[in-house]
Structure formats: structure tokens, C-alpha cells
């Protein structure tokens, strides 16, 4: 393992949810950041500078945008916007190209690429196999390079309240359990990775901090409400895409392979579980019907 990194990482997506976790984890580390972003003015990019981030304006289709952007930097975080069709995947393949080639134009010493569960292969997905398009273009380029593949979010899960019950719905059987992590791990264990105070194993790792069936989900905040709770499998076509359903798909497919969770914990060892999430964020039970 290298000495820790102390010079500028550049983040690409930092106005977002998993590229403004990375920010978060960098500062928590004093690193200096400079933020990647389209319009410098808006009030996200406006928030991330007064808190020190460094502001670098770019255009996606103009590389010597990018290069500049990414000149004299130690390390370079990416995530590419989240494809809801197949247009959005083809320019979801076309903005990750750019930045890895600009990183090759920059030399930039080391690229983390946030891509997904299961990106290591082709899987029908298409917003999946995009990002694995992706991880085969930055494999290809020749630069130091490791990829963080995030199963579904913690955040993402949204029981509601039914008359004094906590009830959870989700298009999976109620025997497959979900791999999933919080939002906040995904970013400290990319920062790790960009700081080189950690390896991702085989140049990958997927971030998994629990893995639990939709009964032991609802359960988790059943308890955290000390109310009864129950879970509900709905039919996939419940889901408003192709897109979405493939990607249902696939996570019932992931649960066949249980995960090593000890992998994501010897990189982040304050890796959440699910109810460690809930307790962290002080989840309260919505008010929902029959509450009066």
C-alpha cells in the first residue's frame, strides 16, 4: 500500500447523492477537492465551494474542457448519470469515455470509477452494462485505475405506516435477500481508494453492507418503531420500465452468490449494517393512514 494521497482529487458528480458522499469522506480527511461541474453558479456547486471545494467548469463533449480540469490532480473519481432509457444509456457510455480519456490525456495517476453491482460482466441491464462498457474502456486505457460497484441503497428503502403496522413492498420474493449499503459508505470507501489508504481487492470491490430478505428488512424497522411490521413481494410489473425490471431481475439473480460483507469492512471497517443505518439517521415510522 502507497503513502497516503495529500495532493487535489478531482470528483466528477459531486453535486449528487454517491459523488457528494466522496466530497463529504475527502473533507472529513482534509484532502483538497476539485469539483467537476457543468454550471459553476448553481446553488449545489455554489454549496460545495463554501465549504472549500474547488470549482472546475467543464463540458462533457468538449475535451479540452475535461484535460484542463484534470491537469495536476493526484486522483480522479467518476460516476456517470443514471440511464432511464436507452438514449440516456448510449450518452451514459459516450460522457464515461470522455472522462476516461481525458484522464489518460491529463495523466492523471489514479481513477476510482463508480459503476454498479455487476458490471463486472454483461447482464442484460442496460443501464448496467453500460457502466461495464465503461469499466472496460477505463481497463483498457492503461491507468491505475478501481472500480466501487454500489448494490442498491439503504436510502432507498421506504416502508410506509398502515394502521400501527410498518409495512415495506418491493417487486422480490420474500426468500431473496437484497445486497445493499448506505450512500455514506459508498463515499468513504471511494475516498479510501483515492487516498490509497486502502486496496480495492482485484481492482474491484462491491459495496455490500448487508444483505437481508424484504421480511428481515421490514423487521429492522419494525423494531426501530417497536411496532409489528410485514413485508409484501409485488409483482415486477409493478415497475414502470424495462429497465427497471431487468434490474430486479438481476438483483434477485445476485442473491444466489452471498457476499463476503468482511471485504467492504477491511476498507471501511464503520461499514453500516441495515439497522445501524436506521438507528445512524434516526428513522422515525411516517405517519400513514389509520394514524389518525
Known amino acids: 500500500m502507497s503513502t497516503q494521497t495529500t495532493g487535489t482529487i478531482a470528483v466528477f458528480g459531486a453535486t449528487g447523492q454517491q459523488g457528494g458522499a466522496v466530497v463529504d469522506a475527502l473533507l472529513d480527511h482534509k484532502a483538497p477537492v476539485r469539483a467537476l461541474v457543468r454550471n459553476p453558479q448553481s446553488d449545489r456547486a455554489q454549496a460545495l465551494a463554501a465549504r472549500g471545494v474547488e470549482l472546475a467548469a467543464i463540458r462533457t463533449d468538449d475535451p479540452a474542457s475535461l484535460v484542463a480540469a484534470l491537469t495536476a490532480v493526484e486522483a480522479f473519481y467518476f460516476m456517470t448519470p443514471e440511464a432511464n432509457n436507452l438514449e440516456e444509456v448510449e450518452t451514459e457510455i459516450r460522457i464515461g469515455t470522455a472522462l476516461v480519456d481525458a484522464a489518460v490525456a491529463a495523466r492523471v495517476p489514479h481513477v476510482v470509477f463508480n459503476s454498479v453491482f455487476g458490471a463486472d460482466r454483461e447482464r442484460g441491464v442496460p443501464h448496467h452494462d453500460s457502466k461495464h462498457s465503461i469499466e472496460e474502456h477505463l481497463r483498457k486505457s492503461g491507468l491505475r485505475a478501481a472500480m466501487v460497484r454500489p448494490t442498491p441503497f439503504m436510502e432507498e428503502m421506504a416502508p ?133
Open 160 to 292: 410506509s405506516l398502515e394502521h400501527g403496522e410498518v409495512v415495506l413492498r418491493l417487486p422480490l420474493p420474500e426468500d431473496v435477500a437484497l445486497k445493499m449499503i448506505s450512500v455514506r459508505d459508498v463515499g468513504r470507501v471511494a475516498a479510501a481508494l483515492l487516498l490509497d489508504t486502502a486496496e480495492a481487492p482485484g481492482g474491484a470491490v462491491e459495496l455490500v453492507g448487508d444483505e437481508l430478505t424484504g421480511p428481515q428488512i421490514a423487521a429492522a424497522f419494525g423494531a426501530r418503531a417497536g411496532l409489528p411490521a410485514r413485508y409484501e413481494a409485488l409483482p415486477l410489473s409493478v415497475l414502470p420500465s424495462d429497465l427497471d425490471r431487468a434490474m430486479f431481475r438481476q438483483f434477485a439473480k445476485a442473491a444466489e452468490h452471498p457476499s463476503d460483507l468482511a471485504v467492504v469492512r477491511a476498507i471501511e471497517p464503520a461499514t453500516l449494517d441495515l439497522a445501524e443505518w436506521i438507528r445512524s439517521t434516526g428513522w422515525t415510522a411516517p405517519a400513514g393512514p389509520g394514524q389518525g
